[in-house]
């Protein structure tokens, strides 16, 4: 299958009677949606999976506990 032109696209679009452009046009944004919806159930994914990792865990009490020294120097909220 060859790749068109998005140009070429446009032009075959243009040639579709209104009824049959909108009908398209509902078609390729409602794929859209779908696969940008994808992409943030991934992106959920690998955030919850990285919450539960005991090493990242590990690195965040590390870092938590370096922020401690500097919240206990009394310049907060000032």
């Known amino acids: 299958m060859r790749t068109q032109d998005p140009s070429e696209i446009e032009d075959q679009f243009a040639l579709l009677p209104p009824e049959a452009q909108l009908g398209l046009l509902e078609r ?35 870092i938590e506990s370096e922020f401690n020294v500097a919240e206990a120097d009394g310049l907060e909220g000032q």
């Open 28 to 62: 390729l944004v409602h794929r859209v949606r779908l696969a940008v919806a994808g992409e943030h159930e991934q992106w959920e994914q690998a955030l919850s999976a990285m919450a539960a990792d005991p090493e990242v865990r590990r690195e965040l009490q590390q």
